[in-house]
């Protein structure tokens, strides 16, 4: 394996992280040993997953690796693309630019609110009786 042509980063959402390998090839996206059609079943979480990739008409050109674990499909599919984002412009630091402006660079910091003790949620409270 090169070295040289591999590139290295990490995405993050909510509780989900992404560790992503990206080389020269001919297309192959992987994700924790599957296809990513196999991976994500759903339709939605594949094209959040692979929209850096037809942002900067690279889709096809690049084999791309990805292990994640944590949280859900969601968030699963949100940490795979920052991964994929930041691997892109490590490699190529025009395309920071385009990915910048389609919001994709910065990771996404909203995660659940915890619960709060004598609450019935993090907001919600039990009915307040006043007789």
Do not use: C
């Not at 590139?7 to 560790?19: D, E, I, L, N, S």
């Not at 079943?41 to 094209?47: H, M, T, V």
């Amino acid at each position: 394996m090169e070295q040289e042509n591999v590139f290295y980063a990490t995405g993050r959402r909510k509780t989900a992280v992404a560790r992503t390998w990206l080389k020269p090839g001919k297309g192959d996206i992987i994700v924790n040993g599957l296809p990513i059609d196999e991976y994500f079943r759903l339709e939605f979480a594949k094209q959040i997953s692979i929209q850096p990739l037809f942002l900067t008409n690279t889709f096809g050109s690049y084999d791309i690796r990805v292990n994640v674990e944590g949280g859900g499909i969601t968030g699963q599919a949100g940490a795979v693309r920052h991964g994929i984002t930041k691997v892109l412009f490590q490699m190529n630091p025009e395309f920071r630019q385009i990915l910048k402006k389609a919001g994709f660079v910065k990771r996404d910091p909203r995660k659940k609110e915890r619960k709060k003790y004598g609450q019935r949620a993090a907001r919600a409270r039990f009915q307040f009786s006043k007789r």
